[in-house]
């Protein structure tokens, strides 16, 4: 079994945020593999499906962005699984916007919600990292993250999460190389 987390914040008023698009993701995925209903669990919610042959649990953190690890760590103690069988969806500053990278291990590059997840379970978890592009100053990047996205990414956006969900059974299986790359050239179409 894997665990693939969403990093974001709950409630509507965050839906559409940059910072919310490990949700978006998880929220694409579930639909687009016929994942079942949504349960709350783990101070979050999730939803039990496959990809490819893979069993994959779902989960949507419902404790904020900075305390995301909380949520990550109930759920990975009661499955007992090694942080091996952890995927973390978040949005990444460093990465253009729409260019997906897998990462094991790293840093938390200020990521709060990285951060909550290296503290309680530490940081050798896999990272599909989301570009969001960064705003250019150090002090635009709070209003920047926390942000919708413009309308005039819209299109963009919709064709990533459909990517990386028609991609995900690569990421299931442990092809991270040919996850990315089968992504960037849907992303090019």
Same mark, same amino acid.
Do not use: C
């Given at each position: 079994?894997?665990?693939?987390?969403?990093?974001?914040?709950?409630?509507?008023?965050?839906?559409?945020?940059?910072?919310?698009?490990?949700?978006?993701?998880?929220?694409?995925?579930?639909?687009?593999?016929?994942?079942?209903?949504?349960?709350?669990?783990?101070?979050?919610?999730?939803?039990?499906?496959?990809?490819?042959?893979?069993?994959?649990?779902?989960?949507? /953190?419902?404790?904020?962005?900075?305390? $995301? *690890?909380?949520?990550? +760590?109930?759920?990975?103690?009661?499955?007992?699984? =090694? %942080?091996?069988?952890?995927?973390?969806?978040?949005?990444?500053?460093?990465?253009?916007?729409?260019?997906?990278?897998?990462?094991?291990?790293?840093?938390?590059?200020?990521?709060?919600?990285?951060?909550?997840?290296?503290?309680?379970?530490?940081?050798?978890?896999?990272?599909?990292?989301?570009?969001?592009?960064? /705003?250019?100053?150090?002090?635009?990047? $709070? *209003?920047?993250?926390? +942000?919708?996205?413009?309308?005039?990414?819209?299109? =963009? %956006?919709?064709?990533?999460?459909?990517?990386?969900?028609?991609?995900?059974?690569?990421?299931?299986?442990?092809?991270?190389?040919?996850?990315?790359?089968?992504?960037?050239?849907?992303?090019?179409?």
């Amino acid at each position: 079994m894997q665990i693939w987390t969403g990093l974001g914040n709950p409630g509507p008023k965050y839906a559409l945020h940059r910072h919310n698009v490990g949700f978006m993701a998880l929220d694409v995925l579930a639909e687009m593999h016929g994942f079942g209903p949504v349960q709350k669990k783990f101070s979050g919610w999730v939803q039990e499906g496959r990809i490819g042959r893979e069993k994959v649990l779902l989960l949507k /953190p419902a404790t904020f962005m900075n305390e $995301s *690890g909380r949520s990550v +760590g109930e759920a990975m103690r009661f499955y007992k699984l =090694d %942080l091996d069988a952890l995927t973390v969806f978040h949005d990444e500053l460093d990465l253009a916007p729409f260019k997906v990278k897998v990462k094991q291990g790293g840093g938390t590059a200020g990521h709060n919600g990285l951060r909550s997840i290296d503290r309680h379970l530490g940081p050798d978890f896999r990272r599909v990292r989301i570009g969001i592009g960064h /705003p250019g100053h150090k002090d635009r990047v $709070s *209003g920047y993250v926390l +942000g919708n996205y413009a309308k005039a990414e819209q299109d =963009d %956006l919709v064709a990533m999460l459909g990517a990386i969900g028609a991609e995900a059974e690569w990421l299931a299986s442990g092809d991270d190389p040919r996850f990315m790359s089968d992504v960037a050239l849907r992303m090019q179409k």
